[in-house]
């Protein structure tokens, strides 16, 4: 054994990698392109990527990957069921628009192949295009590894800031997830790894300096300015891709916590010939908001947190098969009925968790049927627990009851009242008093119930046909930018017109905050 590394053997095939002290085992793995499912995000909770730990000394044992230290040289089998699968098709992109459809009518160019990708706090969606022809021949979505550093952009800059070493390790796992996804892709249609001639992608600003390489820090630190601005392209060899070089393409970046994401996502919903007053919600782990206004558009974000992609909840899981998505309450003494993903119809696969549409589903029902009161806690104790019962042991797919524990319901509030919050401060900062459109972009694909929101307080009531859920419109506006260079130009120019409402300076932003918390009294549907 090599000095400061020990040995894990693969079994049955005998492939042996190295793993490098203090470094879990899933890490290691991840290091070497082998992929877990880790739907809590790698704190252990989940369950779902077990392994079976055979030590040089000692009776072999299942334990999760995500919290084993390698201290010795070991052997380990890893059950299929643990495996991270390509199936895992849940963030789609938006419906792209007919002003970037137009532009591919009666073209006939040679097939030309690029991949463009949604770099998220929690979720990394994945793109295979054929750029000639401006289509999306697949996609995939799967867990950002970073996750294991923590669930948000200032606990991921507060661990590089602990070692030198971590900005490359971080780098790394983002590299080898967004690699591991574009061979799924590419092997789902024979392709070779040759054929890809370019990538864009797009994310919030911490998500980007950690994919470059360039350290974050200054966003963790006031005024939270980023160390570049600009729009880049560099080479994916240089950023440790190990598959043919390419070139990637990084659109600019507006502030600290403003970024390529929210600009993708205002070409995809076509922003700039939307009605004035229109107002853009790009909803993941970090909320990115964006106004229409008379002369200009107005930007802010704020931390919605990761509950509404499945992440940290007691539950919680990406909208994958077995994923809740839905949920319906008739009483308080009954079970509920409920919807999960199961795009086969399988009669065998059971529910195994929720996902973020699921839980704003639960909650919202919760707040409806007076289960919880309006300051969000539970009226009575399930059991002596403070949780409500989705799912009893036995129909779920591992013997395990799926809950809505009252820390859940916390983090829904927490996350809404930052959304809510930031919506008011942009609209009263544009000098509107309400919106006169929304459209929510995000995690959510198309499957988000409006209502819902609303009967939360996410976002203003008003008339349900004046909102729109398009899907994930920061993927598609990458693919608008992969296809079609021009676009880059049009984010380029709106970034410079926007003006960033900086939450984080106003003396008023936490009383409105704690005020939010709450649920609305008022039934609203």
């Known amino acids: 054994m090599s000095e400061n590394k020990f040995h894990i053997t693969l079994l049955p095939h005998g492939r042996q990698i190295n793993a490098k002290p203090e470094r879990s085992l899933m890490e290691s793995l991840m290091d070497q392109s082998i992929f877990l499912r880790s739907d809590c995000g790698g704190k252990g909770v989940c369950k779902k990527c077990r392994v079976k730990i055979v030590p040089a000394k000692g009776d072999p044992e299942l334990k999760e990957a995500c919290s084993f230290i390698v201290s010795e040289d070991i052997s380990i089998e890893i059950p299929e069921i643990s495996m991270l699968s390509s199936h895992i098709i849940s963030k789609a992109p938006a419906t792209l628009p007919l002003v970037f459809k137009n532009r591919f009518k009666d073209v006939d160019r040679e097939d030309d192949y690029g991949i463009a990708v949604d770099l998220g706090t929690t979720t990394i969606a994945v793109y295979l295009c054929n750029t000639a022809t401006g289509k999306v021949l697949s996609s995939l979505a799967v867990k950002n590894p970073q996750a294991l550093y923590g669930d948000d952009v200032m606990s991921r800059i507060g661990a590089i800031g602990q070692e030198e070493e971590d900005l490359y390790h971080l780098q ?68 440790g891709f190990k598959i043919k070089n390419f070139s990637i393409q990084l659109l600019p970046q507006v502030s600290g916590f403003i970024g390529g994401d929210i600009l993708s996502a205002s070409l995809a919903v076509d922003l700039e010939n939307q009605p004035e007053g229109t107002l853009l919600v790009d909803l993941g782990t970090n909320g990115e908001l964006m ?235």
């Open 172 to 239: 790394k796992l983002v590299v080898r997830a967004i690699e591991w996804g574009i061979k799924e892709l590419l092997t789902s249609f024979d392709f070779k790894e040759e054929i890809i001639s370019k990538m864009v992608a797009v994310g919030n600003p911490t998500m980007i300096h950690i994919l470059a390489g360039i350290d974050p820090k200054s966003i963790g630190i006031s005024p939270y300015n980023p160390a570049f601005y600009e729009a880049r392209t560099i080479s994916s060899n240089d950023l």
């Open 291 to 525: 106004l229409k206004g008379k002369d200009r558009y107005f930007a802010t974000s704020c931390a919605t947190g990761p509950a509404f992609e499945g992440a940290s909840l007691s539950c919680g899981m990406q909208a994958i098969p077995g994923a809740i998505n839905e949920v319906k309450i008739k009483n308080q003494e009954d079970l509920p009925k409920y919807s999960f993903i199961n795009p086969s119809n399988s009669k065998r696969l059971k529910p195994s968790g929720i996902c973020g549409t699921g839980v704003i589903s639960a909650v919202a029902q919760l707040c409806k049927k007076g289960i919880i009161k309006f300051n969000g806690a539970f009226e009575k104790q399930d059991s002596g627990k403070m949780q409500y019962i989705l799912v009893p042991q036995s129909d779920s797919s591992d013997g395990s009851a799926i809950i809505i524990s009252q820390k859940d319901i916390r983090s829904v509030q927490l996350g809404k009242a930052a959304l809510i919050t930031g919506i008011e401060f942009l609209l009263k900062e544009a000098g509107f008093e309400k919106p006169e459109k929304i459209i929510i972009a995000g995690a959510f694909g198309t499957f988000l119930d409006k209502g819902d929101m609303m009967t939360l307080g996410m976002i203003p009531v008003m008339d349900m046909d004046k909102v729109e859920v398009p899907g994930n419109s920061a993927g598609a506006g990458a693919i608008m930018v992969l296809c079609d260079t021009s676009f880059l130009e049009e984010a380029i120019q709106m970034a410079s017109q926007i003006r960033v409402v900086d939450l984080a300076c106003n003396k008023n932003f936490q009383d409105v905050f704690v005020q939010k918390l709450s649920f609305p009294h008022e039934k609203l549907f």
